[in-house]
């Protein structure tokens, strides 16, 4: 069969482009259930269990990073995570991309960490903690 004759080019391209990343995002959930399954909000605590050097399948040194989730990005494969925590007196943010290989688990350590149960984070992105002192947003004890 043809192709209809006045489709470009570009929005066949377009339209295959995202057939696929369809696909690798399905591939992805599946295979890793125990991160991308997980509900969380912004304003959360959460734990992300990661793989720091070895490779794929090396299972020897598995990094914790804890922390308040400042933001998601929502962007097909390109999903991520903005976590910020502090750790020794330093604050640090930092950009966990969700369909990452490096990622083994993902837990809810408390939710609506910000405001502490008592009410509902209206924002998408929380930025304004960046501002707050550093005891605010710890979530790691030390």
Avoid: C
């Avoid at 057939?19 to 599946?30: G, H, P």
């Avoid at 494969?77 to 976590?83: A, D, E, K, P």
């Avoid at 990452?100 to 509902?120: I, Q």
Wanted: proline fraction near 6%.
């Amino acid at each position: 069969r043809r192709p209809p004759k006045f489709k470009s080019p570009r929005k066949r391209a377009s339209k295959l482009f995202h057939q696929l990343n369809q696909e690798a995002i399905t591939k992805s959930k599946s295979s890793n259930p125990n991160v991308l399954n997980v509900p969380f909000r912004v304003g959360d605590a959460i734990e992300i269990e990661l793989i720091s050097m070895g490779g794929v399948n090396s299972t020897s040194n598995i990094d914790k990073i804890r922390g308040v989730v400042l933001g998601k990005s929502n962007k097909g494969l390109g999903s991520s995570v903005q976590i910020r925590d502090v750790m020794y007196g330093e604050p640090i943010d930092r950009q966990v991309p969700l369909h990452s290989p490096l990622l083994k688990s993902l837990k809810v350590l408390e939710k609506n960490f910000v405001h502490k149960g008592k009410k509902k984070v209206k924002r998408a992105k929380l930025y304004y903690l960046r501002d707050r002192l550093p005891v605010e947003t710890r979530v790691t004890k030390w």
